[in-house]
């Protein structure tokens, strides 16, 4: 039974410290537009949304720039290849993708890349927006170049070249890029308005506002602001060291980046991961085996390149850690630069969605403040 709290959503009986914390987003720590949805067992629980787009409300519709939440939805849909068989992920890449076995490559394997290990996190040659628009320069490049360390044997983050490296696993065993796959298996059938990109009548999306204080100029926490730069910005395709800013044009946003510019709203990234673990009108995404391998730690620690900020990762998800729980042990999912966050966990089949239109930094806590009232709920 659900319980209408306000005209900006709903909450059931129970899950009202997660409503609390939302409130306190706005109130308390700099929120402007976002939004907040929790389903459990297979049924919706939390609904929320409020504040502005710039232009007007923010709607239950409005959709927005999830950065790195792309990453979980793309790992979901070679997860769900790799279920019909059309792909294994302890083969090699080159098994699938024979000019990617080139440089030292050709032992890599699918899991290890979904796990940030080839060593290829940005582009050597430098790459335009009509090179990344076109898809087959950017992994025609990826496959040539020598990684940065012997693949397998050490991980760093690939914040947005992993997109067509597993984007083009995807293709080379199933015939769809991850925005067709998205399309077609998972946004249709669960009716989400969930898409790579946008194009030009996309009137439901809301363009990222001023980032909140102190915020930092990437994603990533590398020293080295050329190297900052050329991971963020896919060398020289757009300004990597202000991603926020080039999130909101159509250098970023008018083709597909399948580690980078999915847009959705929180609501239809709950729903998804709620499909991972739970029927949703009839619909599951993955099997609970599937599940329970996926989210076995494959990367942890000091990465090759960068500070160890805590994280964990399985095949394609982040992982829960100290530094960020979800819903506690055996969460599995994935955040996004500025605040964004969508995750499952496979007990109490639990998935929650949360979006915001001011980006935050390093000290950002609303989204983990969501998560720790959720878990009070549960």
Known sequence: MMTLISTDGYVAKGFGKVADAFAENFAERGDTGAACTVYVDGELVVDLWGGST????????TRSVMFSVSKGITAVCLLMAAEEGLLELDAP???????????????????????????LIAPDETMTVEELRAWFPVTDALARQEPLWQPGTAFAYHALTIGWLAGEVLRRTTGKRPSEWLRDRVAGPLGLSMTFGIG???????????PL???????????????????????????GLDIFASANGPEFLSYEIAAG????????LARAYAATVSDVDGIRLLRPDTIRDARLPVSAGAPFVGVDAGHRWGTGFMLNSATRQMAGEGS????????????ARLEGEVALGYQTLRPGGESDTRAEELCRALRHCL
């Open 54 to 61: 710039g232009s007007g409300p923010f709607t239950r519709n």
């Open 200 to 210: 030009a009548t996309d009137a439901d999306f809301a363009p990222l506002g001023e």
């Open 93 to 119: 890449v080159a098994q699938y993708w024979p000019e990617f076995g080139e440089q030292g490559k050709e032992r890599l394997t699918v899991r290890q890349l979904l796990a940030h290990r080839a060593g």
């Open 213 to 239: 204080p102190s915020t930092p100029p990437a994603a990533v926490a590398i020293p080295d602001l050329d190297l900052i730069e050329r991971v963020m910005g896919m060398n020289g395709a757009f300004d």
């Open 261 to 268: 510019n999915l847009v959705s709203s929180a609501h239809d």
């Open 332 to 343: 599995f999912g994935h955040d996004g630069a500025g605040g964004q966050l969508g995750f």
